[in-house]
């Protein structure tokens, strides 16, 4: 019995959606559970994907192929159903201004959709004025940024002082994607690191009074 991966991988890389989707499902149909094909999946070809666009060996058609057959997995393994009527709560996510790469955020997305959050997405190259502006408007309990670029950084590390100076300290920020994940929670002034989307979402359950 195989349950390898690398057929997914290189199926992603390669931007071949319908052979990606194809092998997401050999791999649910041999009893891999989806949270493995995501982690195991998903996020190491989007390590390899990452890791190219810093070096800056990539091409634009390259990305948005990859990010087509990403999002073609995700859709096959959570598909989107009428929104649960009750959820855990309300998460805003962007990328910041001056990063317009979001594979990332939109597997975190997907991810906590199916886990019954609401989930408000302010998009890619997004100033933090309009992220903070929906978190109050919508009652968020927390923050969610990615990035892909170590020039974010700096933005990042405002987003807790921005919100406390509006009155909303109670809002948790998260942050993630290759080139935060270099840092520290400490250095990014933010509550939590995530190292995977699925990282992000177990944290987000102990904050928000843990789903199961």
Known sequence: MSTSMDPLVK????????????????????????????????EVAMGQLDTKCTMEQFNLLEIMLAGRAVMGVIKELYPSGAPPLQTKGTVVMASPEGDVHDLGKNVLRVVLTAKAYHVVDCGKDCPLDRLIDAAEREGAFAIAVS??????????RQIRDKITKRGLGHIKVMAGGAALKQASAESLN?????????DGARYLDQIAGGGQ
């Open 11 to 42: 199926a992603l890389l390669d931007g071949d959606q319908i052979q990606a989707v194809a092998e997401a499902r050999r791999l649910c149909d041999t009893g891999v559970a989806h949270e493995r094909i995501v982690t195991e999946g998903i």
């Open 147 to 156: 990035g892909l670029m170590t020039s974010l950084i700096p933005q990042v």
């Open 190 to 198: 933010v509550d939590f690191l995530a190292q995977t989307a699925f």
